[in-house]
């Protein structure tokens, strides 16, 4: 795929990346801070089409997007991309950007994925949140947190993508 393919497959994907950032749903036995948004679905077809740094600029361009409309709130578009590019490059390291191994590759992603926004929100994230947003019944509550909310969370959102993602990939035409 030339230099203009790739440059124009990456802008659409993360204009439509970042247009499903805006349809969000809480799950209703977790913290409603924790939406899922289907916003990742374009940077893995990215990575099927384009390739992982054409996925990760989908990434990137979608939360300097969604930073730039929510600046009072700099800490979800970080997690949101720490979330997405863990996913997308345990995918690709899996895959090779093959299809045929979606499912160990999605598998692996989702565990990846979850062990990395637990770590980092046990870590960084949530006492960052709190100390910005002055809660500190996070910061006393960060296990619960992390294995009553996150961790399942993360598990749902990557086994939705997967589904998802598996569902649109095989039905996309193959490109070139």
Do not use: H, Q, W
């Not at 990456?10 to 924790?34: C, D, E, N, T």
């Not at 709130?73 to 863990?86: E, I, K, M, Q």
């Amino acid at each position: 795929m030339n230099k203009t393919k790739r440059l124009i497959t990456v802008s659409l994907l993360s204009a439509v990346a970042f247009l499903l950032m805006f349809l969000k749903f809480p799950l209703p036995f977790l913290p409603p801070y924790l939406t899922i948004d289907l916003s990742d679905i374009p940077a893995i077809i990215a990575l099927f089409t384009v390739g992982p740094f054409g996925a990760i600029g989908v990434e990137v361009i979608k939360n300097l997007l969604n930073f730039l409309i929510n600046i009072a709130d700099p800490v979800g578009p970080v997690a949101n991309f720490l979330a997405g590019t863990s996913l997308i490059l345990t995918l690709y390291a899996v895959t090779k950007g093959k299809k045929n191994r979606l499912i160990v590759g999605f598998l692996c992603a989702t565990i990846v994925l979850t062990m990395v926004m637990s770590i980092m929100n046990y870590f960084v994230l949530l006492p960052l949140y709190g100390m910005i947003m002055n809660f500190s019944d996070i910061s006393n509550n960060l296990k619960v947190i992390i294995t009553a909310g996150i961790i399942p969370f993360n598990i749902i959102k990557g086994i939705l993508l997967a589904i998802l993602s598996i569902i649109l990939l095989n039905v996309l035409p193959k490109t070139t």
